[in-house]
């Protein structure tokens, strides 16, 4: 069980999460020098995009998120099957994120929103399949904590795998929280 002078989850975790955000700052501060030198097109740019698409993955982050942390709650309170059954509502929910930027992607192509347009369209292309394939591992990981979770492999007194996905899977909601107000809702 972790005491309160350790960090949630795992040192392991935290230098994955902090990589992550690492890579994210990055990618925002090209955005943002784009966006000084282009402000036109980003001025444009959220006109061109499914604000319904951005909206639906949010709630779908959100909620996903929300069940995860249900998960580590009834964990802490050993109920590992009531875990489990949050896991699975974690992921049936998070399985929307791919399916919504899928018919995100193709509506995107029908109206003209192509990865070799303008310099908006690029980086938003750029970060949010990024993002994508972030969400993608978070969804294997996912799988993982539930076959640990089904078999046993986490109690009331060590689940810091449990706590180490969480951190990882709210990071990325994080992350979200910041790409959906910059491309799809700020002019």
Not at 6 to 27: C, D, H, K, Y
């Amino acid at each position: 069980m972790a005491t309160q002078s350790q960090i949630p989850g795992n040192r392991a975790i935290w230098v994955g999460i902090f990589a992550e955000l690492t890579e994210f700052s990055l990618m925002f501060l090209v955005y943002f020098i784009a966006r000084v030198n282009h402000p036109e097109v980003f001025h444009a740019g959220p006109e061109k995009l499914s604000l319904l698409a951005g909206t639906a993955n949010t709630v779908i982050m959100l909620t996903s998120s929300w069940f995860v942390a249900r998960a580590v709650l009834a964990m802490r309170a050993d109920y590992p099957s009531v875990s489990l059954r949050w896991l699975v509502a974690a992921l049936v929910t998070a399985i929307g994120y791919p399916v919504v930027k899928a018919l995100e992607i193709r509506w995107n192509l029908d109206h003209g929103v192509s990865g070799d347009g303008d310099v908006f369209q690029m980086t938003y292309y750029y970060l949010t399949f990024n993002h994508l394939v972030h969400v993608s591992w978070g969804l294997l990981g996912m799988i993982w904590i539930m076959l640990r979770t089904a078999f046993g492999g986490y109690s009331a007194r060590d689940h810091r795998g449990l706590i180490a996905f969480a951190s990882y899977w709210h990071a990325t909601d994080l992350i979200w929280l910041m790409i959906f107000p910059l491309f799809y809702v700020l002019p």
